[in-house]
């Protein structure tokens, strides 16, 4: 196979790509380049779902790419860890000494060799495929990547049998649409220009969100409800479905497993108690559920929101059979979407040889606990300490939850720490080697989406910056320090774009045009078919119910629930700040510049109550730790609630500290999930 050509780096040219962030949207670009520099990057008005239009954050990735503080050359620490002290040293010794290091560990046990990655980018290329080969040939622990989106999923999958749902372009022709914990103008820019033609047309938009979100004010009403509890909302809707036979029995009949079931235990829902449980207005359910119930077609673009808590992913099993029993999946512009992405044909197997484990069977390592793993000494039941980390694609010292433990697990001494990165972050400054790794218009990716149904591809726009090289050619590198001869580590970057769809997807349309549509019927569930076990949609699991779990959806309340406890009686959620997605693009000036500062919004009364003023510097805290920012009496926030805007560097907060300062490790109902919406805090006024 001959390599795609690539333009003259001296002539003004453009190339096609693919945004690598973790969004819906999945936005196809157009870079322009000028003697070998970006100098833009736009989106592509050719693809449909973009539009030509990218959010404000990827409109900024030339500058990132650019940026004065990128990473360019291997650094070694020099100063404790934690201090950000590091010194330049070549790629020969920086891979002989990681090689030599991994070696020494893996002779004993490699499964006390940790991989920590996420979706820092979302390529199939740089993100899962050569790095999963090198640590399956290696023999080190697995990595349960859970930190997002496992509870909805797995809600998801046992309610309607995999990650899809309606077509997100259909939603246009909506006339009701609810969204469902999603501030889609910060989030889901690209749908929320859809619905807001389905606005223009006479739709009418919901917002069920516990925040009054940008979103929320943009739409006809919204439903201001308690964090965690969804799913008591959820089966309230269906109670007033059942009790006024807003129903389509046929679909019912034909289409869904455990009608009656569901039925029963949604009789015990009336409206009174979800509107207790909720701190709702009874009038606001009973309207919704009529609404819903009288209105076709009628959609719901739910998001991952919904299950940050507890009973996260039960809440998304009652959300997701809603439609089943309307009947509006008969409708293109019917149904609900949380997730496309188990649409594409991902060949995984190919990408990332799980066969190189030769019959090992290593341990998984829940990345959402990995503060408390990183502490916990050698035990039969936990298998070996954890000598050695491997970060990628992430940056979890400053988001991932009850960062006070993460960061204590960092700064073992004891622990060989490698990060491969962009930017010196709160990650970086604890790691021994940081790796110049290069940014998404510096190397191939190809990609999927999990808010519409088509193939990305990303062309390399520019050459790698200094030393900079990709997640996959770092990996390949350490492979062949490591004494890996089989051939897959030979794969290009290229090659392994070819790999990922294989057959399935025309890749020369890829080349062509950077991306290409999957064949998904456009109202895919109008005659059944769901892609479950029993090829319904299943209200009653059979595969929960063998693993001894409530089979049916139901309300599974917070750890943490607002009020439940005298010393911290606030709950607090903590959504992203509208500038920066999770903790990328922190760093740019210009985007800090419009976001402000930490806040944290609080209702009016609760301030008044600790007096607290607009703007004052507050304390939040609770007992895993303390975290200092800004109030915000903006009306964003309900009674009762605060909204601690995130995620925030910690290096670059008002203490060291972030939100996740505050947040648990403990987990979700099904998926192993984070609970990072489930939290029970205090405020107080803070001295400046």
């Known amino acids: 196979m001959l390599p795609t050509p690539v333009p003259d780096a001296s002539a003004t040219h453009q190339v096609r790509g693919a945004c690598p962030h973790d969004c819906p949207d999945t936005c196809a670009l157009i870079t322009t380049v000028e003697n070998g520099r970006a100098v833009r990057v736009q989106g592509n008005p050719a693809h449909a779902q973009t539009g030509g239009v990218l959010c404000a954050k990827v409109s900024k990735y030339a500058e990132r790419t650019h940026h004065a ?65 090198f640590f399956h040939r290696l023999g080190a622990s697995l990595l349960a990547r859970t930190i997002c989106a496992t509870a909805g999923g797995e809600g998801l999958v046992h309610t309607l049998g995999a990650k899809v749902g309606m077509k997100v372009e259909f939603f246009a022709e909506a006339q009701l649409i609810l969204i469902w914990g999603s501030n889609s103008i910060g989030s ?48 309230a809707l269906m109670h007033e479905l059942i ?45 919704l559920a009529h609404d819903y119930g009288t209105t076709r077609p009628a959609a719901i673009r739910l998001n991952y929101g919904v299950q940050r808590a507890h009973g996260g992913a039960n809440a998304v099993r009652a959300i997701a059979s809603l439609p089943a029993l309307t009947g509006a999946w008969r409708h293109r512009a019917g149904g609900v979407l949380l997730s496309s992405s188990g649409s594409f044909p991902v060949d995984r197997a190919a990408l990332q040889r799980p ?36 970060v990628y694609n992430s940056n979890p010292v400053a988001v991932a939850p009850d960062s ?125 078919g769901f892609p479950t076990p029993s090829g319904q949609c299943e209200f009653y699991s059979q595969r929960l119910a063998d693993q001894g779990l409530d089979p049916l959806p139901g309300y599974v309340p917070n750890h943490e629930g607002a009020g439940t406890s005298a010393d911290y009686p606030l709950a607090m959620i903590s959504p992203p700040a509208r500038n920066f997605l999770n903790s990328t693009f922190v760093n740019l000036q210009s985007l800090r510049d419009i976001e402000g500062r930490p806040l944290l919004e609080i209702h009016p009364e609760d301030a008044a ?65 984070p609970t990072f919406y489930d939290c029970r805090v205090q405020v107080e006024p803070l001295a400046s």
């Open 69 to 133: 503080e990128r990473i360019l050359t291997p650094l070694r620490r020099t100063g404790p860890k934690g201090s950000g002290q590091f010194t330049p040293v070549s790629w020969d010794e920086a891979l002989g000494d990681i090689a030599a290091r991994l070696a020494h560990i893996a002779a004993r046990d490699p499964q006390a060799i940790q991989p920590y990655s996420y979706a820092g980018t979302m390529g199939l290329v740089q993100g899962e495929s050569m790095d999963r080969r």
């Open 404 to 528: 006070r433990q993460v960061v204590r697990g960092f700064a073992r001494e004891d622990l060989f720490t490698v990060v491969l990165e962009h930017f010196q972050t709160d990650t970086a400054d604890y790691a021994d080697y940081i790796l110049p790794a290069t940014t998404q218009l510096e190397h191939w990716d190809v990609h999927l989406a999990y808010g519409h149904t088509d193939v990305l591809l990303n062309r390399p726009a520019i050459a790698p910056q200094g030393q900079a090289r990709s997640n996959a050619q770092i990996f390949r590198d350490l492979a062949a320090r490591m004494g890996f001869t089989e051939p897959c580590f030979a794969d290009s970057d290229e090659a392994l774009c070819r790999q990922a769809y294989g057959d399935q997807v025309d890749f020369d349309l890829l080349l062509e045009q950077g991306f290409a549509p999957l064949s998904v019927p456009d109202a895919p569930f109008a005659d059944g």
């Open 609 to 673: 109550a600790r007096g607290i003023a607009d703007g004052a510097l507050v304390r939040v805290f609770n007992d895993r730790g303390s975290y200092a920012c800004h109030a915000a009496l903006n009306g964003r926030a309900r009674p009762g609630v605060v909204n601690g805007l995130g995620v925030w560097w910690r290096k670059l907060g008002h203490n060291g500290t972030n939100v996740n300062e505050l947040t648990s490790q403990a987990l979700t109902d099904l998926g192993a999930g």
């Open 355 to 390: 066969d190189l484990l030769a019959g090992r069977s290593p341990r998984t390592i829940n990345m959402v606990t990995i503060g408390d793993d990183l502490l916990r000494d050698a035990s039969p039941s936990f298998g070996p300490k954890i000598e050695a980390l491997v």
């Open 243 to 287: 009790v006024h036979d807003w129903l389509d029995h046929d679909y019912l009949a034909r289409h869904t497993l455990g009608w009656e079931q569901l039925r029963e235990r949604a009789l015990q829902w009336p409206p009174e108690r979800a509107a207790e449980v909720c701190g709702l207005p009874v009038e606001q359910i009973r309207r």
């Open 188 to 235: 889901n820019l690209h749908f929320w220009r859809i619905a807001q033609q389905a606005k223009r047309d006479g739709a009418r938009l919901v917002c069920i969100d516990p925040r009054k979100s940008e979103t929320a004010e943009k739409c006809h009403e919204h439903l201001q409800l308690r964090p965690g509890t969804d799913a008591a909302l959820a089966l």
